[in-house]
């Protein structure tokens, strides 16, 4: 069956940087568009990127220039560098793969197989 496993989460200044992985298994990673995904306590899941097969890219407005996705298919294992983080990005991180629609639409209801998170904490 398809399984996320999130991990690299933890607790920075503003400004630092974290890098997240996400191994994926159960599926042809190679071909899936995969996302990162984030939720705020009291806000709901937001998209932050999402990258296709061929590979293409696509980034939240409030990450872009700060946030890479990347993905290493040997690995089957999906990233996320974070940097020049600000307090606004502390959330749990999730990833997750694409189920339908366009990989670009960063919208939860475009993706399912949710792992568990990793938790990604910003002090001012």
């Known amino acids: 069956q398809v399984q996320m496993v999130e991990s690299g989460g933890g607790s920075v200044q503003a400004g630092g940087s974290l890098r997240l992985s996400c191994a994926a298994s159960g599926f042809n990673f190679r071909m899936d568009c995969i996302g990162w995904f984030r939720q705020a306590p009291g806000k709901e899941r937001e998209g932050v990127a999402s990258i296709s097969g061929t590979p293409n890219t696509y980034y939240a407005d409030s990450v872009k220039g700060r946030f890479t996705i990347s993905r290493d298919n040997a690995k089957n294992t999906l990233y996320l560098q974070l940097n020049n983080l600000k307090p606004e990005d502390t959330a749990m991180y999730y990833c997750?793969?694409?189920?339908?629609?366009?990989?670009?639409?960063?919208?939860?209801?475009?993706?399912?197989?949710w792992g568990q998170g990793t938790q990604v904490t910003v002090s001012s």
């Open positions: 997750a793969k694409w189920t339908r629609g366009y990989c670009g639409t960063l919208v939860t209801s475009n993706f399912g197989y």
